[in-house]
């Protein structure tokens, strides 16, 4: 019997030991703390920049085990939005998102490497208009602890740049670059 | 002779038909032409402009054709079967409304982010429903649906003209061209 109840403690303690990972966190889109931007240079004179009104995701993370981090971001394609309604029509067209075909764009890691202080590389799927390719960027931890409402938040911010062209925009725009800038605050669960 | 008869069109209201016809058939090949366009080419910009504008001026023309329609009398129907005067009525007012959906559906996709539509930089008609994100896009596909239907109708309209002065040998086009009749 003693026997029985070591064996069951050990074990109870082995299954609580492995249960302390990385916390679950959720991309706080209620209250807007996170966003999607991207920008582009117009006719190489400006930058236009633009952002995905409409995305949602989560992520885990420990701080004392960043190696452990995941994302996942799934991020509603036809809410583009520019600031000029017939720019964004043209953007969700075929010449662009071809958002009726394509609603959503996603992002899921699949690795996440520190590189010093407060910094590290995520590398994960990108799919955008129905291509998907392994990418990898730099994220920097901007800071997280407890908000005044009883909640625990931390956020992050990453930037990715890619090429139209490789995500089946060929179109006369496929070879500039565009900016991604993912700015993310998560709740903790 | 200027305003209808009982009979017959009014310069006037001949004038507004093939205005309108000039108009219908000029909107249509520059909406198809212009949605071809790239970012890159010259008319990109100035064929959308001229587009809006042309379909504002349209929407005042129409408001004055009805406007001129209800002031003045309605020249009788040719036929002498109630149906086919029925039927050429409710056409022609299905054609009224067509248009007005086309031009209101219109001004609606560049004013879904509250933008106004310029007039050849004479004045501009300010947004009023802003519905930025679907707005555009529904309106976009009402638009596109109707400039067709429109066109089909147009070619309804044109054929029923030919098929009364060649077949029933009446004064239908005779008098959407001469004043009086």
């Known amino acids: 019997m003693k026997k029985l109840l070591l064996a069951l403690s050990v074990s109870a303690a082995a299954m609580t030991a492995t249960v302390a990972n990385a916390a679950d966190y959720v991309i706080d889109t209620q209250g807007a703390h996170a966003s999607v931007n991207f920008k582009v240079k117009h006719l190489g004179y400006s930058w236009l920049v633009g952002r995905f009104n409409d995305f949602e995701g989560s992520f885990e993370w420990d701080k004392a085990k960043p190696a452990d981090s995941e994302i996942e971001v799934t991020i509603k394609t036809a809410s583009v939005d520019s600031n000029h309604a017939e720019r964004d029509k043209h953007l969700r067209s075929k010449d662009f998102l071809l958002t009726d075909k394509y609603p959503t764009a996603t992002f899921k890691s699949t690795s996440y490497k520190p590189t010093g202080e407060g910094k590290g590389e995520l590398t994960g799927e990108f799919t955008l208009r129905g291509v998907t390719k392994t990418i990898t960027f730099p994220v920097s931890q901007i800071g997280e602890g407890k908000d005044p409402w009883g909640g625990y938040r931390a956020g992050f911010a990453g930037e990715y740049t890619l090429m139209l062209g490789d995500y089946g925009m060929d179109g006369y725009l496929g070879n500039i670059p565009v900016v991604m800038e993912l700015n993310v605050e998560g709740v903790r669960k | ?181």
């Open chain 2, 1 to 181: 002779m200027l305003k209808n008869t009982s009979s017959g069109y009014g310069l006037i209201a001949i004038l507004l038909h093939w205005i309108m016809v000039l108009a219908i058939f000029g909107m249509f090949g520059l909406g198809l032409y212009m949605v071809e366009l790239t970012y890159y080419d010259s008319w990109y910009h100035g064929s959308l402009e001229t587009h809006k504008a042309i379909g504002v001026l349209v929407a005042l023309v129409l408001i004055g054709r009805y406007v001129w329609r209800l002031f003045n009398t309605t020249p009788a129907g040719l036929s002498e079967k109630k149906i086919e005067n029925t039927a050429a009525h409710v056409a022609h007012m299905a054609l009224y409304l067509v248009m007005a959906a086309l031009l209101i559906s219109g001004y609606l996709i560049s004013t879904a982010d509250g933008r106004s539509v310029e007039v050849f930089g004479l004045f501009s008609v300010p947004a009023t429903l802003t519905d930025r994100g679907s707005q555009e896009e529904i309106a976009g596909e009402v638009h596109e649906i109707l400039a067709w239907l429109l066109m089909a109708m147009v070619a309804v309209h044109a054929l029923a003209a030919l098929k009364h002065h060649f077949i029933n040998r009446d004064n239908t086009v005779k008098r959407m061209l001469k004043p009086g009749l």
